[in-house]
């Protein structure tokens, strides 16, 4: 157990609709990542949030969004789904620095998003 | 982040060590050596850092070269649930913690 949590676990849903996926991090970690795991594209980088500023962001469409609240739990949005954004959806944390440990980061156990 | 290359897949038998190999030609100076695991259907795993020579924990050794061009995952003794993929990543101190770039990784399947 990373100490990260997400729900839902699976979330099956209809093309065109909008979801809303949950990730708390582990106590203390201000950073929170989040990730698409699908079989043709490989685990990508999505975006990433420190203390509730988006500090770095990766290959995200525009019909995704995140944020992340004062109690440092995120939230990826994801509107006018389509079938290719089913895959896994992970979210990770990171402790703040100092840390003796670069690009460690505990992953959450993800969301199963399936697109009808 | 430099670019990795890392065999697609590895076959093994249970109580044989097991090394998987990671190019990183373009490694920076500032750049540390990360191995991640990932089971099926779950969330990657950090397994071991390094920067030079050789680092040991409890699950696996990594071995990184005076060159540093390449390194060397080293499970010992493995068993079938060491079948996972396993990533090699390359990346630098300094400035923001970045994002992780996972290429395809390294599948192990471990036969008893």
């Known amino acids: 157990d990373s100490g990260v949590t997400q ?50 962001k990766g290959n995200i469409l525009e019909r995704f969004s995140a944020q992340q609240f004062p109690d440092l739990h995120s939230e990826l949005n994801l509107s006018s789904l389509e079938l290719g954004d089913s895959a896994l959806y992970f979210c990770a944390s990171s402790a703040p620095p100092p840390r003796l440990v670069y690009n460690e980061q505990f992953f959450g156990p993800g969301t199963r998003l399936t697109v009808l | 982040l430099a670019k990795t290359t890392q065999p697609i897949s ?18 920076a100076t500032n750049d540390y050596i990360t191995w991640y695991q990932q089971f099926p259907s779950q969330g990657p795993r950090f397994i071991i850092q390094g920067y030079k020579t050789k680092v040991t924990n409890e699950v696996a050794s990594l071995f990184i070269p005076a060159d540093r061009k390449s390194s ?8 079938l649930s060491d079948t996972a993929v396993y990533y090699c990543l390359v990346g630098g101190f300094g400035g923001s913690q970045g994002n992780l770039i996972f290429g395809k990784g390294t599948k192990l399947s471990v036969k008893p």
């Open chain 1, 7 to 56: 729900t839902p676990k699976h979330l099956i849903t209809a093309t065109g609709q909008r979801v809303t996926l949950r990730c708390s991090p582990r106590s203390g970690d201000l950073s929170v990542y989040w990730y698409q795991q699908s079989l043709d594209q490989g685990l990508q980088f999505l975006i990433q949030y420190y203390n509730g500023e988006e500090r770095a």
């Open chain 2, 10 to 27: 590895m076959d093994s038998y249970e109580g044989q060590e097991v090394n998987i190999t990671c190019s990183h030609n373009n490694i």
């Open chain 2, 72 to 79: 060397t995952l080293s499970l010992p003794r493995v068993s």
